[in-house]
C-alpha cells in the first residue's frame, strides 16, 4: 500500500503545456495549477517552447522543458491566402517533399517520437523522487511510453493515470503513424499501457466504446470530459449587442476530411443574404484558427473573414464580441471538440453545424432540447427558418443567465473533473487533502 502522505505529490508528463496555445496544454495547466492551489506539490515535464526557459515555477507549479526542438507557442500557423499550401517548383523543393513522405511513413509512434529521448532522461533523474500520482498525457504517445518505462524503473509503486487526449492505435481518421505498418505494434504496446496504467481517461463515451471494442473488457477505464472553468469563464465573457451587426465567431482548427467550414460558410452566406433582405440586419462570421491545410481562404469574402489561429489571451476578447458562437462538429471521428464546453461556459448562444445529425455531440444536442442551442446539418440547407428564428430569439439579448449554464455544467467544472481523477486514490491508501 501507498504512503500516505500530508501534501500529494503529483507528477504531469505532457508535451503540450502553457504558454502552448492549445486545448491540450490550456486542460492540463487548468488542473495542475488548481491542483497546486490545493496545496498539491505539482512537477510538470513538458516540451521546450520557443521564447520560454527550461525551467520555472508557474502560479506554484514546478514547470520543466525537455527535448531536442523548441515547439511552437502557436502549433499550427498558415499563411492567410488561398495558396497557404507550400508549392514545390524547384528539384531540391521536390525532394524536400518526397523526404517529408517518407519520413512519416516510418515514424513511430507518432511525429513526436523526438520527445521521448529527453522524457524519459528526465524521469531517469527524478527516479528515487516518491511520486504518489503520475499522470500521462496523450498526445504525445510518448507520455504514455516514457511513464511505463518510468514504472518499471521505479521502487517504488505510485499511482499512474493514463489519460487521452486523443486516441492512438483506435484512430482511423487521424492515424498516429503507418498503420498498414505498426498496426500490431501499436495493439501491443497500447495493450501494455491500459494493463499497466492504474486508471485510463478518455474525453468522450464514443472513444471509450471504440478502445472497449478493440482492447476489449478494461475495468480500470473511465471517461473524464472536457473541462471549463465556468464561472471564471462566464464572468471573463462580455455581453455584446449590436443593432446593425450580427456577429457569428468560430474559434478551432480545421483538419482535412474531419472539420471543415466549407457547410458553415454556405449556411452563414445563405442566412447572410436572407436577414439582408428582411431587415437590413448584416451578418458578419469571423473565422479564428490553423487551416491545417484545409482552404479556408476559399470561403472568405465581404460576410466571411478568416483570422488565423488566436493566442489564448485574446480568447476571452474575440469570444466577448460575438453575438453568436459557431461550432462545426468533427465527421468520421470519434474526438469532440474541446471548446464545446467553454462555448456553453461563456454563455453565448451556438450554432452548431454537422454534416449529419450523427455526428452532433451529445452534449450540443442536449444544450438544443433546451433551446440554448441551434443545430443546422447539410440536410436543413435549404431551409434556415429555425436558424432565423433562432437568432431572432437571442438576438441583442447578451448571454444566457449564470444558474442555466452553470447548472447544466455541473458535471464539466474544473472541482468535479478534478475529483474524477483524484476519486481512485483514497482507495489506493494515499490522503487527498482539500
Known amino acids: 500500500m501507498l504512503t500516505r502522505r500530508e501534501q500529494l505529490k503529483v507528477l504531469l508528463v505532457n508535451?503540450?503545456?502553457?504558454?502552448?496555445?492549445?486545448?491540450?496544454?490550456?486542460?492540463?495547466?487548468?488542473?495542475?495549477?488548481?491542483?497546486?492551489?490545493?496545496?498539491?506539490?505539482?512537477?510538470?515535464?513538458?516540451?521546450?517552447?520557443?521564447?520560454?526557459?527550461?525551467?520555472?515555477?508557474?502560479?506554484?507549479?514546478?514547470?520543466?522543458?525537455?527535448?531536442?526542438?523548441?515547439?511552437?507557442?502557436?502549433?499550427?500557423?498558415?499563411?492567410?491566402?488561398?495558396?497557404?499550401?507550400?508549392?514545390?517548383?524547384?528539384?531540391?523543393?521536390?525532394?524536400?517533399?518526397?523526404?517529408?513522405?517518407?519520413?512519416?511513413?516510418?515514424?513511430?509512434?507518432?511525429?513526436?517520437?523526438?520527445?521521448?529521448?529527453?522524457?524519459a532522461n528526465e524521469l531517469f533523474k527524478r527516479r528515487s523522487v516518491p511520486y504518489d500520482l503520475v499522470v500521462s498525457y496523450s498526445p504525445s504517445f510518448a507520455a504514455h511510453l516514457s511513464v511505463l518505462f518510468f514504472k518499471k524503473l521505479c521502487r517504488?509503486?505510485?499511482?499512474?493515470?493514463?489519460?487521452?487526449?486523443?486516441?492512438?492505435?483506435?484512430?482511423?481518421?487521424?492515424?498516429?503513424?503507418?498503420?498498414?505498418?505498426?498496426?500490431?505494434?501499436n495493439h501491443y504496446v497500447e495493450s501494455s499501457i491500459l494493463n499497466s496504467a492504474s486508471k485510463a481517461c478518455f474525453t468522450s463515451q464514443h472513444t471509450y466504446d471504440d478502445y472497449s471494442s478493440t482492447f476489449g473488457v478494461m475495468r480500470n477505464a473511465h471517461v473524464i470530459p472536457h473541462l471549463a472553468d465556468i464561472k471564471n469563464v462566464y464572468l471573463n465573457t462580455k455581453d455584446v449587442s449590436d443593432p446593425i451587426v450580427t456577429r457569428l465567431v468560430f474559434v478551432g482548427n480545421f483538419h482535412d476530411g474531419?472539420?471543415?467550414?466549407?457547410?458553415?460558410?454556405?449556411?452563414?452566406?445563405?442566412?447572410?443574404?436572407?436577414?439582408?433582405?428582411?431587415?437590413?440586419?448584416?451578418?458578419?462570421?469571423?473565422?479564428?484558427?490553423?487551416?491545417?491545410?484545409?482552404d479556408v481562404a476559399s470561403v472568405c469574402n465581404s460576410t466571411i473573414k478568416w483570422h488565423g489561429p488566436l493566442e489564448r489571451e485574446r480568447v476571452a476578447e474575440v469570444i466577448g464580441g460575438a453575438?453568436?458562437?459557431?461550432?462545426?462538429?468533427?465527421?468520421?471521428?470519434?474526438?469532440?471538440?474541446?471548446?464545446?464546453?467553454?462555448?456553453?461556459?461563456?454563455?453565448?448562444?451556438?450554432?452548431?453545424?454537422?454534416?449529419?445529425?450523427?455526428?452532433?455531440?451529445?452534449?450540443?444536442?442536449?444544450?438544443?432540447?433546451?433551446?440554448?442551442?441551434?443545430?443546422?446539418?447539410?440536410?436543413?440547407?435549404?431551409?434556415?427558418?429555425?436558424?432565423?428564428?433562432?437568432?431572432?430569439?437571442?438576438?441583442?439579448?447578451?448571454k444566457i443567465c449564470f444558474e442555466i449554464v452553470s447548472g447544466f455544467l455541473k458535471d464539466y467544472g474544473i472541482e468535479a473533473v478534478s475529483e474524477k481523477y483524484l476519486s481512485d486514490l483514497r482507495g489506493a491508501g494515499i490522503r487527498v487533502c482539500a
Not at 489519460?163 to 500490431?184: A, E, H, K, Q, V
Not at 472539420?259 to 436572407?274: D, G, N, T, V, Y
Not at 435549404?382 to 433562432?390: A, K, Q, S, T, V
Request: net charge positive; glycine share 6%.
Open 323 to 398: 453575438d453568436f458562437l459557431v461550432n462545426i462538429e468533427n465527421t468520421n471521428c470519434s474526438m469532440i471538440p474541446s471548446k464545446i464546453v467553454e462555448y456553453i461556459a461563456t454563455g453565448k448562444p451556438i450554432i452548431d453545424i454537422a454534416s449529419a445529425r450523427a455526428d452532433v455531440s451529445a452534449l450540443i444536442a442536449r444544450y438544443a432540447i433546451e433551446g440554448h442551442a441551434v443545430i443546422m446539418t447539410a440536410e436543413d440547407f435549404g431551409r434556415l427558418d429555425c436558424l432565423e428564428n433562432f437568432i431572432e430569439k437571442y438576438k441583442g439579448e447578451g
Open 258 to 294: 474531419i472539420r471543415e467550414p466549407f457547410l458553415a460558410a454556405a449556411i452563414i452566406e445563405k442566412l447572410s443574404a436572407l436577414l439582408s433582405v428582411g431587415n437590413g440586419r448584416r451578418i458578419v462570421f469571423d473565422i479564428y484558427g490553423a487551416s491545417n491545410g484545409v
Open 156 to 185: 517504488r509503486q505510485f499511482h499512474w493515470v493514463a489519460d487521452y487526449g486523443d486516441p492512438f492505435s483506435t484512430s482511423m481518421s487521424m492515424p498516429n503513424n503507418n498503420i498498414f505498418l505498426y498496426r500490431r505494434l
Open 15 to 119: 508535451y503540450y503545456y502553457k504558454p502552448m496555445v492549445d486545448a491540450h496544454a490550456y486542460r492540463w495547466a487548468q488542473l495542475a495549477e488548481y491542483w497546486a492551489a490545493r496545496g498539491f506539490e505539482v512537477d510538470v515535464i513538458c516540451s521546450k517552447v520557443s521564447g520560454a526557459p527550461s525551467a520555472e515555477r508557474v502560479n506554484n507549479v514546478n514547470v520543466t522543458r525537455v527535448g531536442f526542438f523548441q515547439a511552437k507557442k502557436i502549433q499550427s500557423e498558415q499563411n492567410l491566402n488561398s495558396q497557404s499550401a507550400e508549392k514545390y517548383t524547384s528539384v531540391l523543393a521536390v525532394l524536400k517533399k518526397n523526404a517529408r513522405l517518407l519520413y512519416r511513413k516510418i515514424y513511430w509512434p507518432d511525429g513526436l517520437w523526438h520527445w521521448s529521448f529527453g522524457v
